[in-house]
C-alpha cells in the first residue's frame, strides 16, 4: 500500500495538515498573470516561490512558464526587499521586454511588510518603467486562503489597475473567468460568439499555455487578453464572473471603480451550470439563444439519458478547488449519482453555503472545506464508507491504487495526464467530455474484472 | 583526459560578448565573471554561489529546496513536517521521484505523503511555535515514527520561532522519537546549496552515530549523495551485491533512520553528488577517520571506473578479482547497445546546465555516445565543482555563505579510527585515487567549451541560437521552453519519468533515450506542407514581380 499509514479512525487534528487539498496564492497569481497578453509574471520573494510554481504549471501544461523573482537573500529578508524588486524591474524590461510586469507577494515579501504599490510607484517615479509599459501587482500572501485566493487577487489586480471609465459604454460584456484551463477559456469564447455576444474574457489563458509547437519559442505567446480590452472593461455594460471565489471579487472591483453591474454565476460545468450561463449571456448582451446550441446541449443531455444505468447511484468521493467543486457537484446529481465525500482545501462561508444548498439532494454526504480539509481526511472517510469513484487532481492516483477505485483526474495540478489543457470541461461539450471519462473508467474496469461469462460486447 | 572535437564551433569570446549584451551594465559586468571560456590545462576561475541578479529568470530555487526537498526527503521513516504556509510542503510532495523499496508491508514509508503546519495569518502574528507543538505531537499520535524533522519556510525565520527549541522540547516529551529541526528558511544562501549545507549539518548532529549496529559484509561503504531518482541507487546495489561490496548507509535513497544513524560503521564514503554532500564527506573524515572518495556511476565506462576505484580501496586481490569478472560480465550488453546507437548519434552535440554534479557526470555518458559538449554549467555549485577542490582556500566567504553554519568537528574520543594509515592514503593517491578530493568538471571538458553559471533564460535561448545542439540537458522549467525551439530537452532532474541512468543498465537506458530523442522523426514534423509551398511559392512569386 503507497498510503499504508492513512488509518480509518477519524482523528480531529489541530496543527497537522496531511496530504494537502489545495497550495498556496502565489502560483495562482503567477497562473492568472499568464492570461494578459505580453505579461511577464514576477514573484517578489525567494527564489524557491518562483522555481516551484513555474515547475508545477509547467508540469500541468508541458508548456513554457515564464516568470521571474525578486531572488531575496537574507539581506533582502532583514533590509526590506524594494532594492531587489526595483532591480528586477530594471532587469526585466531591459532583457525581457514585456509589455507589463504582473507582480504577487509571497508569504516572505508579506511578512517583512513590503509594500507592493509603493515600490511600484517608487519604480515609475525613478523612470524605471518605460513609456507605455505597465507594472501591475497583487498582494497575494501564502498564509491566507489558497491558490484560488491568489487567482482571484490578480484578477481583482487586472480590474483595479487597468479599467477605466470614459463615460461612453461600450456594447460589450465582461466575463471574468474564474480558475479554468485554457482549453476551457477557449470554449468559453466559443460559445459566446455563437450566442452573438461581444464579450472581454479575463484572463485568458488559451493561445498562451497551449500554444503550439512552431519550432520557436514565442516568449510572449499571441494569447492573453490585451490591455486596451482590460482598459475598456470599465466601459462595458455588465460584468459576468465565473465563479463566486475566484472570479467574483474582480467584478466587484469593477463596480466599486467603475460602476459597472455584475452577476455572479457558477462556472459552467455540467448542464445546469452552462444553462445558467448561457441564459445570464444571453440577457446581459441582449441576445437570443441560437438552435446550435441548443442542439449542442441536447447531445450531452442524450448521452446522459442514453446511459443513465451506468451512472445511476454511483458514489463519488471528489477534491478540488471551489469554483469548479460546485457546479461538478451539481453535475454528478445531475447525471444520478451520490457525491458522498467531498473536501477542498479552500476556505470561504459563500462556498459552505453554495455546497449545503447543493447537497441537500445527497443525504448523508460529507463535505469540509478551509483548514483541515486535506486528503488525508478524505481517504479516511472513503475507507469508512467505500466509493465507486474518486475525482480530484493527480495526488488521487495514491488513494485510488490503495482503495482500488476508478478515479478520474480533474483540476490542478495534473502532472500524470494530458488532454486538460486541449479538451474543455466547460460548457455542453465539455460536459459531454465528462461523461465519456466518467462512462470509460467505469466499463473499462467492467470489462477488466467481469467474469469470462458475462463478458459484453455491448454495452 | 579531457575531451576533444574536430567539429568547428563559434569563436567563444564573440559568443560571450552576445550572451551580456543586451544586460543593464552592472548585470553585464556580473554575468560576464560567470561566463567562462574552459580551458582545461589552465582552468580558469568561474564566479559560482553568489547571488542571481533579481529579474534575470534563474533556474535556481531555495535552500528549503535542497534541505528538505533534495537531502532529507527520498529517506523514507521519516515524518518530515514542513513548518509554514502550506505552498512550499505542497511542491515538495513526491515531484522528486525519490524511489524508495521498504522491505515489508509493515514498514514505514512517508515518502507519499506530506506534511505541513499549513499556517495561518494569526500563527504569522502571534507565532507558529505552538501550532507546531500540536503538529509534531498529532504525527507521533497517529504514525509513532523513528523520527521526525522540522522544515522551516521563509517566514518561520523571520518571526522567530525556534523549530529547535520546540523539537528538543517534543523529543524530551516523547522518549522513543528523534525530533530535530532544520533552519532552512528559503531566504538562506543563495540557491538550494545552502539547504544541503544545513542539511548535513543537521544529520550529522541529530541522527549519524546514533546506532552502533555492526552489519554484515567485508567491504563496507555509504554511498553519499544518491537520491534513487528512477531507481538509479538500485542498480548501484544490484552492481554492488554482484561485486560483494555493501551499502552500509544510503545518503539518501532508498535509506531508513537507523541507516543514517549507523554511517560512522562504514569503511568508506562514496560520493556521487559532490555538491549536495561532500559536507558529510568531510565531516564523517574528521570525526570517525572514514576517508571520502569521488566516484561516478553515470556512463558505463566511469561505473566501471569507480569499482575498480572501490576495489583499489579496499585493496583486497579477491574484490579486485570479483569486480573484473562484474566488469566483463555487465560489458557485453552495454556493448552491443552503443555499437548500435553509435553511428546515428556519433558527432552530434549537447549542452547541460543543470545541478551541482550531473552537468559533470553526464558528460560522460555523452562522450561514450561519441557527443561533445559544448557548454555547461551548474545551476547551484560552487567553484571547487568547476575547477576541483584545491581552489578551497582561495574561495572568499561572503555574507550570504557566512550565514550558514559550519559545524566544528573533532575526533571521537571513543570512535575515531583511522580505515587507512596516512602511507597507504599516498599510496593509494600515487595510483589515481581521489580521495578526500575533487578535480571538478572543467578539466574534463574540451578547450574553448563554455562554462557559464546560473545561467539565465536569456543566455540559453542565445546559446540555443548560436550553436544549434543537437540536444539540451536542464529541468523542467527549461524543458518545454527548449523544445518549443525545436531542440530536444532531456530533463535531469527527473529523467523525464524514466531511468535508472546509471551503472550498466542505466547507461543502456540512457543511450536509447538519447537515440530517440536526437534522431525521433517528430522533429521534422514542425513545418506544415502548406508552410513549405508557401514560402517556395512566395520566393518565386516575389522573383516574377522582378522579372516584370
Known amino acids: 500500500m503507497l498510503l499504508r499509514h492513512t488509518t480509518k479512525e477519524v482523528k480531529v487534528r489541530e496543527g497537522l ?74 532587469t526585466i524590461f531591459s532583457v525581457y521586454d514585456p509589455d507589463i510586469i504582473a507582480v504577487h507577494s509571497t508569504c516572505l515579501s508579506e511578512t517583512i511588510g513590503d509594500d507592493l504599490q509603493q515600490i511600484t510607484k517608487k519604480a515609475a517615479d525613478d523612470g524605471k518603467i518605460p513609456e507605455g509599459k505597465h507594472v501591475i501587482y497583487a498582494s497575494t500572501p501564502s498564509f491566507v486562503g489558497s491558490h484560488v485566493t491568489g487567482y482571484a487577487n490578480m484578477v481583482v489586480g487586472m480590474a483595479e489597475q487597468f479599467a477605466e471609465s470614459t463615460g461612453e459604454k461600450k456594447e460589450q460584456v465582461n466575463l471574468i473567468a474564474g480558475w479554468m484551463e485554457p482549453s476551457d477559456m477557449r470554449e468559453i469564447k466559443k460559445l459566446s460568439k455563437e450566442l452573438g455576444a461581444k464579450i472581454v474574457l479575463f484572463p485568458d489563458t488559451s493561445d498562451v499555455l497551449d500554444a503550439p509547437q512552431t519550432g520557436k519559442h514565442e516568449f510572449y505567446p499571441k494569447g492573453g487578453v490585451t490591455i486596451p480590452e482590460l482598459k475598456s472593461t470599465g466601459d462595458s455594460l455588465s460584468s459576468i464572473a465565473l465563479g463566486c471565489i475566484s472570479a467574483e471579487p474582480a467584478a466587484v472591483a469593477l463596480d466599486k471603480k467603475c460602476g459597472v453591474p455584475f452577476e455572479t454565476v457558477d462556472m459552467p460545468i455540467g448542464i445546469s451550470a452552462t444553462d445558467r450561463f448561457i441564459m445570464a449571456l444571453s440577457k446581459a448582451a441582449s441576445v437570443s439563444v441560437p438552435d ?140 459531454l467530455r465528462l461523461v465519456e471519462k466518467i462512462l470509460g473508467v467505469f466499463m473499462d474496469r467492467q470489462d477488466r474484472e467481469a467474469p469470462e461469462e458475462k463478458f459484453e460486447l455491448v454495452m | 583526459m579531457y575531451m576533444e572535437s574536430k567539429t568547428q564551433f563559434p569563436d567563444p569570446s564573440q559568443v560571450r560578448e552576445e550572451l551580456i549584451e543586451k544586460y543593464p551594465a552592472k548585470v553585464a559586468k556580473k554575468r560576464n565573471k560567470s561566463i567562462i571560456i574552459n580551458d582545461p590545462e589552465t582552468v580558469p576561475e568561474v564566479q559560482a554561489n553568489v547571488r542571481t541578479v533579481p529579474g534575470i529568470i534563474t533556474q535556481r530555487g531555495c535552500s528549503y529546496a535542497g534541505c528538505k526537498g533534495v537531502v532529507l526527503g527520498p529517506t523514507r521513516d521519516v515524518v518530515n513536517i514542513t513548518h509554514g504556509p502550506i505552498g512550499c510542503g505542497f511542491y515538495s510532495w513526491l515531484t522528486r521521484r525519490n524511489q524508495t523499496r521498504p522491505e515489508t508491508d509493515a514498514d514505514a514509508n512517508f515518502i507519499p505523503y506530506c506534511f505541513s503546519t499549513d499556517m495561518q495569518e494569526e500563527n504569522i502574528v502571534f507565532g507558529g511555535e505552538k501550532k507546531l507543538k500540536v503538529a509534531i505531537q498529532e504525527a507521533y499520535d497517529l504514525f509513532h515514527p523513528k523520527a521526525i524533522a522540522i522544515f522551516s519556510t521563509c517566514p ?37 546549496s545552502a539547504g544541503h549545507h544545513i542539511a548535513n549539518n543537521g544529520i550529522f548532529k541529530h541522527m549519524v552515530g546514533r546506532n552502533n549496529e555492526i552489519k554484515e559484509g567485508k567491504f563496507k561503504l555509504n554511498l553519499l549523495g544518491e537520491y534513487n531518482i528512477g531507481g538509479d541507487a538500485f542498480e548501484i546495489e544490484r552492481i554492488f551485491d554482484k561485486c560483494g561490496i555493501t551499502i552500509n548507509s544510503s545518503f539518501s535513497g532508498n535509506s531508513t533512520v537507523s541507516q543514517l544513524e549507523n554511517a560512522h560503521m562504514a569503511d568508506l564514503n562514496a560520493i556521487m553528488c559532490h555538491r549536495s554532500i561532500n559536507y558529510m564527506g568531510d565531516m564523517l573524515e574528521t570525526k570517525y577517520g572514514i576517508p571520502w572518495m569521488k566516484i561516478n556511476f553515470i556512463g558505463a565506462e566511469s561505473s566501471a571506473k569507480s569499482l575498480r576505484k572501490i576495489a583499489e580501496y579496499f585493496g583486497d586481490a579477491e574484490l579486485k578479482a570479483r569486480v573484473e569478472e562484474v566488469i566483463k560480465e555487465e560489458m557485453p550488453k552495454v556493448k552491443e547497445v552503443i555499437d548500435e546507437i553509435l553511428p546515428r548519434t556519433s558527432g552530434k552535440t549537447a549542452m547541460l546546465f543543470v545541478g551541482g554534479s550531473r552537468a559533470h557526470h553526464y558528460q560522460d555518458l555523452f562522450s561514450e555516445l561519441g557527443m561533445t559538449t559544448v557548454a555547461a554549467g551548474y545551476e547551484f555549485a560552487h567553484r571547487d565543482d568547476y575547477e576541483g577542490r584545491e581552489v578551497l582556500p582561495n574561495i572568499k566567504v561572503d555574507a550570504d555563505s557566512k550565514n550558514i553554519e559550519e559545524l566544528k568537528i573533532v575526533a571521537d574520543p571513543e570512535l575515531y579510527k583511522p580505515r587507512k594509515t596516512e602511507a597507504e592514503l599516498e599510496e593509494l593517491k600515487a595510483k589515481g585515487l581521489e580521495i578526500n578530493t575533487y578535480e571538478g568538471m572543467m578539466k574534463q571538458m574540451m578547450k574553448k567549451s563554455l562554462v557559464v553559471d546560473d545561467i539565465s533564460h536569456y543566455e540559453s535561448e542565445k546559446l540555443i541560437e548560436i550553436y544549434k545542439p543537437d540536444i539540451f540537458c536542464a529541468g523542467v522549467k527549461e524543458k518545454y521552453v527548449v523544445q518549443k525551439m525545436g531542440v530536444p530537452l532531456k530533463q535531469l532532474h527527473s529523467y523525464d519519468y524514466g531511468g535508472p541512468y546509471t551503472g550498466f543498465e542505466g547507461a543502456v537506458n540512457f543511450y536509447r533515450d538519447i537515440d530517440r530523442m536526437v534522431n525521433n522523426p517528430v522533429w521534422k514534423l514542425i513545418k506544415a506542407p502548406w508552410q513549405k509551398t508557401a514560402d517556395s511559392e512566395k520566393e518565386s512569386l516575389s522573383a516574377s514581380y522582378v522579372t516584370q
Not at chain 1, 38 to 65: D, F, I, N, W
Not at chain 1, 338 to 349: A, N, Y
Not at chain 2, 175 to 192: A, H, K, L, P, T
Open chain 1, 292 to 431: 446550435e446550441i441548443t442542439s449542442e446541449r441536447g447531445r450531452l443531455l442524450d448521452a446522459m439519458t442514453d446511459m443513465d444505468q451506468y451512472f445511476y447511484g454511483k458514489k463519488v468521493a471528489l477534491f478540488g478547488d471551489p469554483d469548479q467543486v460546485i457546479p461538478l457537484t451539481e453535475f454528478l446529481l445531475d447525471l444520478g449519482m451520490l457525491p458522498l465525500h467531498i473536501v477542498s482545501g479552500t476556505p470561504g462561508k459563500r462556498f459552505e453555503k453554495r455546497m449545503a444548498e447543493i447537497l441537500e439532494r445527497s443525504p448523508g454526504a460529507n463535505f469540509k472545506n478551509g483548514l483541515g480539509a486535506d486528503t488525508f481526511l478524505l481517504h479516511q472517510w472513503m475507507k469508512n464508507e467505500p466509493v465507486d469513484l474518486l475525482i480530484g487532481n493527480s495526488y488521487g492516483k495514491y488513494i485510488a491504487r490503495d482503495e482500488n477505485i476508478p478515479f478520474i483526474r480533474f483540476g490542478f495540478p495534473i502532472v500524470d495526464r494530458i488532454g486538460h489543457s486541449y479538451f474543455p470541461s466547460v460548457g455542453y461539450s465539455g460536459g
Open chain 2, 156 to 192: 518561520v525565520g523571520l518571526i522567530g520561532d525556534d523549530v529547535h527549541a520546540a523539537s528538543r522540547e517534543m523529543k524530551e516529551k516523547f522518549g522513543d522519537c528523534n525530533v530535530f529541526g532544520f533552519s532552512c528558511e528559503g531566504y538562506r544562501g543563495v540557491s538550494q
Open chain 1, 17 to 90: 495538515t496531511i496530504n494537502p487539498a489545495k497550495t498556496c496564492q502565489p502560483v495562482g497569481a503567477l497562473y492568472a498573470a499568464l492570461g494578459i497578453h505580453g505579461c511577464l509574471p514576477h514573484s517578489h520573494g525567494s527564489q524557491g516561490c518562483c522555481a516551484y510554481h513555474r515547475s508545477m504549471l509547467t508540469r500541468h501544461y508541458k508548456e513554457p512558464v515564464m516568470a521571474a523573482t525578486s531572488s531575496f537573500t537574507e539581506g533582502a529578508s532583514v533590509f526590506g526587499g524594494q532594492a531587489n524588486l526595483l532591480a528586477s524591474i530594471d
